[in-house]
């Protein structure tokens, strides 16, 4: 039956793909994993493989095209066929008058009549009632959460086997991991649907277990994602072809590897059991869950229990057998999964609406330098014996933005949408954390003001903050932002801007690091700031330009006193 090849999702924000060039042509053969065609999406132009054999009926899509995602491409299916059918299932464009992706033998005429036809076909027969039926659907189930559709590695039974409710039916390949999947029903395996390497959608049938001599005909038709394989007639020769490749692949892997489920290997590496060690209760020996769980140490390998007595024999001969090493049992720990919700304050949510207005509006860059600040650091030590009030590095560096302002006005910018504004004034705000979030009192005139002033300034704002008695007019109108969180010892960040402010500057800790001064390496102080601008407002030239000044103040910190 001939299958519509759709347009694949390759990446998370892809929406359409373009048709870059196609490895094969109409009437060619193709192998499940040869390369149709490659396809560039948002982010790279991929190899777009087959994942079914059959000959290229149908090439809908010309090179260079763009199609959305699901949007049928091409059709496969078996040579001479009709691909219409599959085309008219699916939303598919049609093959262009005169394309190269036509067929060659096809005759354009007998479509009218093939279309006519199609409203007189045999209308669906009536649900039947399958709650009668001994027997019961096994679909493909989710294996993770983004799983959309799995690939049978294995099948562990074949047609007409007996199974467990607790037997590993087959082996299945997720886009995580290979896991097993368990039918959770006894009785006899009447049908398989996918083969090894084939991939089923979540949901659809894979198997259909029951009472030996059920007939499951209705069961097939009822089901909405019924694979391919559809007549029950066939599963038998399907199967059989199955169990055949099955018992070549036994055959070439039993002596390299032991026979086990994926996640009986898991548990066993997860507990420290020696896999060689396991007797395998399910068909053939194998291994399985229930066998690790029920394995206690000490006892005889299953390779040693499935042995000739003709080997065993010789080598007790000549050597008495080593005890097995004891297998490292780990402890079991079981946490608790748990966690507490609040409403969202409103101070949280004005912070979330302007500032991911400010980051997704503005278009940002960043700027950073380093600045030696031994001499601020002696400065400070300075001041502060005689000063007042202790002046802090926060302090410093306020100041020393205040002056770097008046000299670089284009920083001290505001965006007004239609409009850029050009302020005159120099108000500084400094983020100010409490525990519900983040305020911004604003340092008025810093310019004009000592250290000491400004010292206490921010000293009072940071007091009256925490304690919740700073007014609306404390916070508004900066035209400059500093966020400091050099007193955590943070080594770098960036800072998102406090619109409409043009820039902030995240100022970083001091550390204590190697430096070159005068061809020698000696002890230096560093402090890294971050300059974030609009660079609707601000270019790059003009930030490196204003942290150009603010290092030579910091470094000759006697400048911030003319």
Known sequence: MAEVVKMPKMSDTMTDGVVAKWHK????????????????????TMDFESYQDGVLLFIGVEEGKSVPVDEVIAVLGKEGEDYKTALTGGDAPQPPKGGATEPVAEDKKADKPTQDKAPAATPAPAKVDTSSIPATVIRMPALSDTMTEGIINKWNFKVG???????????????????????????????????????????????????????ITALLQDAPAAPAAAKPADAAPAAAATEEKAAETETTHSDSRVKASPLARKIAKEKGIDINAVKGTAEGGRIVKKDIEDFKPGATPAAAQGAPATDSAPAAASAPAKAAPAPVVLPTYTGVEKFTEKPVSQMRKVIAKRLSESLFTAPHFYVTMSIDMDQAIAARNKINEIAPVKISFNDFVLKACAIALRQHPTINSSWLGDKIRTNEHIHIGVAVAVDEGLLVPVIRFADGKSLSHISVEVKDFAQRAKAKKLQPADWEGSTFTISNLGMFGVDEFTAIINSPDACILAVSGIQAVPVVKNGAVVPGNIMKVTLSCDHR??????????????????????????
């Open 25 to 44: 042509k109409v009437g060619d053969k193709v192998k499940s994993g040869d390369v149709l065609a490659e396809i560039e999406t948002d982010k790279a």
């Open 161 to 215: 086997d007996k199974v467990k409710s607790d037997d590993s039916l087959a082996d299945v390949e997720t886009d995580k991991a290979t896991m097993e999947v368990v039918g959770y029903e006894a009785g006899t395996l009447l049908y398989i649907g996918p083969k090894e390497g084939e991939a089923a959608p979540v949901n659809g049938i894979i198997a259909i277990v029951g009472k030996e001599g059920t007939d």
């Open 537 to 562: 407002v601000v270019d790059g030239a003009s930030g490196a330009a204003f942290l150009q000044t603010l290092k030579s103040l910091l470094e000759e910190p006697v400048r911030l006193l003319i």
